[in-house]
């Protein structure tokens, strides 16, 4: 069984000197019982955004939690949805899982060469995308730290790695196995992760630079 090791958190994240822009974390799993990486056969099973006042995680039926993930985002105040390889994973899951499902989503994405991504582009994807989400602009932060601290220091930019560099508490699993946690063990996990990148982000103190534009025929 899938063991899963779960830190109390300090939630006294210091703050840059110019407060951003309201930010939302968010980050998902998928169903690990198929190919966890591919959305024509895996499911969401699980969604969590977190922002200094809102904790949620979502689970259960993939359509059910797709619409209530939309709604929630529809209700929030505009702000910037942050994310740790939305671009290449997240983002373009929830797509095509949405569409798959009927689901209509406020999300509206444009392929984006010139991103790099962590690994081969998600399966019937070509690329990395900038997006939007109803009002919400999109921050990856693996992009964002990817761009300096991964190419001129070298530090390994993935979330837990670079969690743990900083001194932030990671919830442990392994991914491969996200079918055999505890409902509770997968709840603190994706709410961890979610918490993780908007954590990192916060602590940039150049953070709005990486904040993501659509061109405009895609809207705004």
Same mark, same amino acid.
């Given at each position: 069984?899938?063991?899963?090791?779960?830190? !109390?958190?300090?939630?006294?994240?210091?703050?840059?000197?110019? *407060?951003?822009?309201?930010?939302?974390?968010?980050?998902?799993?998928?169903?690990?019982?198929?190919?966890?990486?591919?959305?024509?056969? $895996?499911?969401?099973?699980?969604?969590?955004?977190? %922002?200094?006042?809102?904790?949620?995680?979502?689970?259960?039926?993939?359509?059910?939690? &797709?619409?209530?993930?939309?709604?929630?985002?529809?209700?929030?105040?505009?702000?910037?949805?942050?994310?740790?390889?939305? %671009?290449?994973?997240?983002?373009?899951?929830?797509?095509?899982?949405?569409?798959?499902?009927?689901?209509? &989503?406020?999300?509206?994405? *444009?392929?984006?060469?010139?991103?790099?991504?962590?690994?081969?582009?998600?399966?019937?994807?070509?690329?990395?995308?900038? !997006?939007?989400?109803?009002?919400?602009?999109?921050?990856?932060?693996?992009?964002?730290?990817? !761009?300096?601290?991964? $190419?001129?220091? @070298?530090?390994?930019?993935?979330?837990?790695?670079?969690?743990?560099?900083?001194?932030?508490?990671?919830?442990?699993?392994?991914?491969?196995?996200?079918?055999? &946690?505890?409902?509770?063990?997968?709840? $603190?996990?994706?709410? %961890?992760?979610?918490?993780?990148?908007?954590?990192?982000?916060?602590?940039? $103190?150049?953070? *709005?630079?990486?904040?993501?534009?659509?061109?405009? %025929?895609? @809207?705004?």
């Amino acid at each position: 069984t899938a063991a899963v090791t779960s830190p !109390a958190y300090d939630r006294r994240i210091p703050r840059p000197a110019l *407060a951003p822009p309201v930010s939302y974390g968010l980050d998902i799993e998928t169903d690990t019982t198929v190919d966890g990486l591919d959305p024509a056969v $895996a499911s969401v099973v699980a969604a969590a955004i977190c %922002s200094d006042d809102l904790a949620v995680v979502l689970d259960g039926d993939e359509r059910e939690l &797709l619409v209530e993930l939309d709604t929630i985002l529809r209700q929030l105040p505009a702000g910037v949805l942050i994310t740790w390889n939305g %671009s290449g994973f997240d983002l373009p899951f929830l797509h095509d899982r949405a569409t798959h499902l009927g689901v209509d &989503l406020g999300l509206r994405m *444009a392929l984006d060469p010139g991103i790099g991504g962590r690994h081969e582009p998600l399966v019937g994807h070509a690329g990395a995308y900038r !997006a939007r989400w109803h009002d919400h602009r999109h921050l990856d932060g693996y992009q964002l730290f990817r !761009a300096d601290v991964g $190419a001129t220091v @070298g530090l390994p930019c993935g979330l837990k790695p670079l969690a743990r560099f900083v001194g932030l508490p990671v919830v442990e699993v392994d991914r491969g196995r996200i079918h055999e &946690l505890s409902e509770r063990d997968r709840r $603190a996990y994706v709410a %961890s992760d979610a918490f993780l990148a908007r954590a990192l982000v916060l602590r940039r $103190a150049h953070w *709005a630079a990486g904040i993501d534009q659509l061109p405009e %025929s895609i @809207g705004s």
